[in-house]
Structures are given as C-alpha cells and as structure tokens.
C-alpha cells in the first residue's frame, strides 16, 4: 500500500484501516516496509493468513517539505509558470474541473492573502504612516498563512510543489526507494510466496504505485511474482505528474503497463472527490489508451453518499468544505466496494 504525501507517516494510515480491517496494533517494520498482520475472527476467517504491508515513503516527502512560506513560493514558481503560462491550466479543466480548480486554489489564496494585505497596509498608512503599513501587512499576511495551513492549503501546495519537483528528476531518494522494495519484496517474496498480491495506490501514491509496477516489471527475478501481481488505484491524480513536459521517466513507466501480458489494474474515484481526476483514464491522458479496450478497469464511487452530506450541501461550497475528508473515504470503501478476486489491498498472504 501507498497512501499519498503524509509526513506524519504511517500512523494515520494505520488508524484508518484498523476501522476496517482486523489488523494489529503494532506493525512489523523491515526496512522501507511495515507489515500488518490480520487477525481474523467469526465472518472475516476467510482472511487468515492475509497481511497488508506499508511501503514508507514519508520520510522523502518531509525532506521536500518546506515550512516557510517564501521557500514555497519561490520554488512554486517554476510549477506555476507553467500551470498558468504554458497552457497547464486548460489541459487539466478540460479532464477534470475539480482537479483544475484545487491545482489553482493556493494560487488563489496567495493572492488574496496580498490583496487583504495591501488592503491593511493603505489603512493603517494613512492612520500611523509606513511603519503602521508595514505591521498590520504583516499580521494580515502571518494569521492568513496561519489559517491557510489549517484549511490544508499548505498542504496541496507542497503536494504540488513535490509532484513538479518529481517531474524534473530533483527527488534522487524516490528512485533509490523503488530499487529497495523491488528488492525486498521479490526476498519476501522467495521466502514466502503469496497466493496473490495487489499493489494499493491513494492519491499521489498512485503514481508511485505505477512507479514499483513498472520496476518489478523491469526485473527477470520478479517475472514469477509479477503474474500473481494486480493493481489498484484509489483516487489518482496521475495527470498532475503525467501532463509535466520533464515527465518522460513516468510516461515511460505508464507505457511499461501496457506491455502484455498487462497487469490486472482497476482504477476507483469519485466525482464527489475534487483532488482526483474521477473517470478520468490515466493512459488516455497521455496518448497511451488507444487499442488499451477498458484499461484500466474504471469504478466510480458515491463518496458524498457515503459520508452522509445531505443534498442540499452538495453545492460548490459544501463539497469544497469537504474536500480533504472526501479524499481518505477510499481506504474505508475497500472491503465494500467492487467485489471481484481482488477486492481488499492484499499486500501479501
């Protein structure tokens, strides 16, 4: 399993599967990998044996992660210039709108985090003169930081910042990472072979996720692991990274998965979930789809349904509200949801 960028790691994770699967409260951590034993009774016997196993990635992502607010927005302008100036804007509302809108949401704070802030500063000049301008620009500027971060604002924009950091080949660990799970599955793997295995990705996660796919593709030690091997995508934003111009690596990995015999993978969003591209084919993004048939297999999910929002919040303001709870929902969908062979996040057993 992949969950997408958390650099409070695993824990989170872990307290939203325990509500649904009957896992331990400790973790067995190897390396780069937390195994989760489940510990089945009465009607869930069916799962003995099973365990779900976190691939750690958490740590890359807090070195990527930071706190300044300048340091953000000086590295978000190469991200930016190519969002609103390149013609990214425009290819991703024409996929998905939602995903669009939250891609320009912290654009849209920042900006009127300085309108309010000049606003301040004109008022309070005129009152006390420059000094005055100066303090009050600058509570302005701190509280509404403040309270950017509470909303997660800060959040989605470092997520941005990442995935355009990641496009560009600056995140050397990620790679390295890959290599090692590759590694250490394929050793868990001889150790102790599973009856199948499916490889979980949320949110950014997911184009991870397609990442280790591709490498134990790549690998002749993984061919007979590969063919017990399945896929499955919660809530991608994969156009984020994919559309990048410096992309290429990624592309080639998503162009990796079509190379027969394809790997099982099935793709679950939300029209409800803004931060995902919901029906929207990863491979057809990027000119891959074609002669792909239903590739990946595509579900959509009734997140808003099942959060219990009443219909006369569902409106613009009342799912942006939402939004940041919407987007976990799908771990909690996965025993419920789809049915099939495949149907929980079976990392090994």
């Not at 989170?12 to 509500?19: E, F, I, N, V």
């Not at 992502?61 to 706190?67: D, G, I, L, S």
């Not at 050793?187 to 996720?209: I, K, T, Y």
Request: charged share 15%; aromatic share 10%.
């Amino acid at each position: 399993m992949l969950s997408g960028f958390d650099p409070r790691g695993a824990a989170p994770l872990h307290r939203l599967l325990k509500q649904v699967f009957p896992i331990g409260a400790r973790p067995r951590q190897q390396g780069w990998l937390s195994r989760w034993p489940l510990e089945p009774a009465g009607a869930a016997a069916e799962l003995a044996g099973e365990e779900l196993v976190c691939l750690h990635w958490d740590d890359i992502a807090r070195r990527h992660w930071p706190r300044q607010p300048l340091a953000l927005l000086v590295d978000g302008w190469g991200l930016y210039k190519w969002y609103l100036g390149s013609g990214g804007f425009p290819q991703v509302a024409r996929l998905a709108p939602g995903a669009a809108f939250t891609g320009l949401y912290p654009v849209l704070v920042v900006l009127l985090l300085a309108a309010l802030a000049w606003a301040a500063a004109w008022l309070a000049g005129g009152i006390g003169g420059v000094w005055w301008a100066l303090s009050a620009a600058g509570v302005v500027l701190v509280l509404g930081w403040q309270l950017a971060e509470r909303v997660a604002v800060g959040w989605l924009f470092r997520t941005l910042r990442f995935t355009h950091r990641l496009a560009e080949e600056r995140v050397p660990e990620l790679p390295q990472r890959l290599r090692v799970w590759a590694d250490q599955i394929v050793a868990l793997e001889q150790r102790c072979p599973a009856a199948e295995l499916e490889l979980v990705g949320h949110s950014c996660g997911s184009f991870v996720a397609v990442m280790l796919a591709a490498e134990l593709r790549r690998r002749p030690e993984a061919a007979a692991l590969v063919q017990r091997l399945s896929l499955l995508t919660l809530g991608h934003n994969i156009p984020h990274l994919a559309l990048l111009p410096a992309a290429s690596p990624f592309r080639a990995d998503l162009a990796q998965l079509l190379e027969q015999p394809r790997l099982p993978w099935r793709d679950w969003s939300s029209a409800d979930d803004w931060l995902c591209f919901a029906g929207v084919n990863p491979l057809a993004v990027v000119g891959l789809a074609d002669g792909a048939g239903n590739y990946p297999e595509q579900l959509l999910l009734p997140l808003a349904n099942r959060r219990g929002i009443p219909a006369g919040l569902r409106g613009f303001w009342g799912r942006l509200s939402q939004q940041f709870q919407l987007h976990f929902d799908y771990w909690q969908c996965l025993p419920h949801a789809g049915g099939g062979g495949h149907s929980r996040p079976a990392g090994h057993g």
